[in-house]
């Protein structure tokens, strides 16, 4: 059990919005703390692999925009 101390603006806030949305002030506590750690805690995809983007370059400049080309010729390569 966690006992929080809220100024009076606050808490005024948090009552007025647990009404609004019928849950008890604790509920809406509680869903409001779950929430901010799960932004918190996991990094987006682009943190985790921003040390990879880019690291290693192929000296092309027109992978993205040649890719299905650049590919074809690959594949027609492996076939010989």
């Known amino acids: 059990m966690i006992t929080l101390r809220l100024d009076p603006e606050l808490e005024k806030n948090v009552q007025n919005m647990a009404k609004k949305l019928g849950v008890t002030k604790s509920e809406l506590i509680r869903k409001s703390i779950a929430e901010y750690i799960s932004k918190t805690v996991h990094p987006s995809p682009w943190e985790v692999g921003e040390s990879y983007?880019?690291?290693?370059?192929?000296?092309?400049?027109?992978?993205?925009?040649?890719?299905?080309?650049?590919?074809?010729?690959?594949?027609?390569?492996?076939?010989?």
Do not use: P
């Open 53 to 80: 983007f880019g690291k290693y370059s192929s000296g092309q400049g027109n992978l993205s925009s040649d890719r299905k080309a650049l590919l074809k010729t690959k594949l027609a390569a492996k076939r010989k």
